[in-house]
Nanobody, 123 residues
Framework: QVQLVESGGGLVQAGGSLRLSCAAS????????MGWFRQAPGKEREFVAA????????YYGDFVKGRFTISRDNAKNTVYLQMNSLKPEDTAVYYC????????????????WGQGTQVTVSS
């Protein structure tokens, strides 16, 4: 059974940083893309970042603008999202997702999802 467990969320002041982690288990994740999405109250789910598991291609949502960095540790089956220069509008629940996808920004293509971790940025 595939499990994705996010951690690292919390409350931070604007301009601060957080590092989210997503630990994957339950299968071999070779060739799986790992993605981060977020959803704020009253808003639709939004693509944040993704990384191909067996290659090093990374992708980011337009709003990231160099503030976030996605990385992964294959030996630990873990994906990270380093978030710097956080803004109040980054407040959301952040979800980790995994699957073999063609379009990394399309959340509907990901079969496996974590439970989410809350990120709150105060002004």
């Amino acid at each position: 059974q595939v499990q994705l467990v996010e951690s690292g969320g919390g409350l931070v002041q604007a301009g601060g940083s957080l590092r989210l982690s997503c630990a994957a288990s339950g299968r071999t994740f070779t060739n799986y893309t790992m993605g981060w999405f977020r959803q704020a109250p009253g808003k639709e789910r939004e693509f944040v970042a993704a990384i191909r598991w067996s290659v090093y291609d990374t992708y980011y949502g337009d709003f990231v603008k160099g503030r976030f960095t996605i990385s992964r540790d294959n030996a630990k089956n873990t994906v990270y999202l380093q978030m710097n220069s956080l803004k109040p509008e980054d407040t959301a629940v952040y979800y980790c997702a995994a699957d073999r996808v063609m379009d990394v920004v399309d959340g509907r293509q990901y079969k496996y999802w974590g439970q989410g971790t809350q990120v709150t940025v105060s002004s």
